[in-house]
């Protein structure tokens, strides 16, 4: 069964370092999503890709964090410099796109096992 | 505002018993999804909901869709310790799914 692939699975950084992390959708998946989860809170959208373009940031703090999808395929998030608040999973999820109602929705986002980041 | 708010948020239930998680939203859709999400772990797609009076059911979880109450519910039937997880309700809220902050259940022996 195809699946959403992240890596790292951990990282601990210290603040003010750069970290980045990976994420290969399902094959054949056109949107890309990465969102933010603090423990205990439900996932909050970051940044929204349909294929190389971004769709939605208007949640992404653009100061420190950054995103790209230069093929359309994978996607790299990156955060410069880390600090402490940013400690949280990093989940990415991707899904196939429809057309409803004269507007292009999305259908069902799979998601990956996410990237658990600790910043000290 | 767009918001997505469930209740209860921290439910723990005995083994064999019944009980209703709740999904209230603050705009119109009609289409929800509920996921669930084991601890340390990803989330699980487990109904999407895509009309009004839409119901699914899996096993001992059946979940509901009033548009236009804009409620949506989660009953759990006979609730078994493999139960035991978060669940989310997502709101498709265009442009972005919104998720509540999620129902912890803990179902005990």
């Known amino acids: 069964e195809a699946e959403v692939a992240q890596s790292p699975r951990y990282k601990i950084t210290e603040k003010s370092q750069a970290v980045a992390f990976w994420c290969d959708p399902i094959?054949?998946?056109?949107?890309l999503y990465w969102y933010r989860q603090i423990l205990g809170q439900g996932p909050e959208l970051l940044v929204q890709?349909?294929?190389?373009?971004?769709?939605?940031d208007s949640q992404l703090p653009k100061d420190r964090f950054s995103a790209e999808r230069l093929k359309g395929v994978d996607s790299t998030l990156k955060i410069q410099p880390a600090e402490l608040g940013d400690s949280a999973m990093y989940l990415c999820?991707?899904?196939?796109?429809?057309?409803?109602?004269?507007?292009?929705?999305?259908?069902?986002?799979?998601f990956g096992p996410g990237t658990r980041l600790l910043v000290l | 505002e767009l918001k997505v708010e469930q209740n209860p948020l921290f439910l723990s239930m005995q083994e064999g018993k019944n009980y209703t998680i709740y999904c209230n939203y603050s705009?119109?859709?009609?289409?929800l999804y509920w996921y669930r999400q084991d601890p340390g772990k990803s989330l699980e797609s487990l109904f999407v909901l895509l009309s009004n009076g839409a119901v699914k059911q899996e096993g001992r979880l059946m979940a509901s869709l009033d548009t236009k109450a804009r409620l949506s519910t989660l009953h759990i039937t006979a609730a078994v310790h493999d139960l035991s997880a978060t669940y989310f309700c997502?709101?498709?809220?265009?442009?972005?799914?919104?998720f509540g902050e999620g129902t912890q259940l803990t179902v005990n022996p």
């Open positions: 705009t119109t859709s009609d289409r």
């Open positions: 890709f349909q294929d190389e373009s971004v769709v939605d």
């Open positions: 997502a709101v498709d809220m265009f442009p972005r799914l919104t």
């Open positions: 999820a991707s899904s196939l796109d429809a057309w409803t109602s004269g507007r292009l929705s999305q259908e069902t986002q799979y």
């Open positions: 094959s054949g998946h056109a949107t």
